[in-house]
């Protein structure tokens, strides 16, 4: 008979796969826009998709995906900041090719898997101090990068304009 798992081991399962699907699901967030679209802001005031997808990565694989590995490989680590707004204003740039930016989410978010996949219970209770966060471990900064990405899924997938049209239909 199969020992049934924990609910924590359960829970942390399903925040990696929800972390793992999220590389196609960016991908599908972005592709519902042609090339004049993903440089038309979701709204007034708000970022373009492009932005939007570049914010997620450079976030991922500048930030979520360093941390973890600090985290996994260091006794509490003091875990550097990284301001999204003066990155996206001294580095964006809006003829960055999209699939390029994808590519590189989907590398990042594969390093982080790895990772993620080989934890022991104690490693999921490691922890790192950030200047802004405080102490957080190992499984918060997961949570965190998941739902930094859903956030920002919602914001590319909720617009009308966007992944509710069928095909077909003008943008």
Do not use: C
């Amino acid at each position: 008979m199969q020992e049934a798992k924990d609910p924590l081991a359960r829970y942390r399962e399903g925040l990696t796969s929800r972390y793992a699907e999220q590389i196609e699901a960016l991908r599908d967030a972005a592709g519902v826009w042609d090339a004049s679209g993903l440089h038309e802001p979701l709204g007034p005031g708000e970022w373009t998709p492009h932005q939007v997808v570049v914010h997620v990565v450079a976030a991922e694989s500048l930030a979520f995906v360093p941390r973890l590995k600090r985290i996994a490989s260091e006794d509490h680590p003091d875990l550097p900041g990284w301001d999204e707004t003066a990155w996206m204003e001294e580095t964006y740039n809006s003829e960055d090719d999209i699939q390029t930016w994808l590519d590189t989410f989907d590398a990042a978010r594969r390093e982080g898997l790895d990772l993620i996949r080989g934890l022991s219970d104690d490693d999921w209770g490691r922890t790192g101090r950030h200047p802004a966060q405080g102490d957080r471990t190992m499984q918060w900064w997961l949570e965190y990068s998941v739902t930094h990405a859903d956030d920002h899924l919602n914001q590319l997938t909720s617009t009308g304009r966007g992944a509710l049209e069928q095909p077909g239909e003008s943008r």
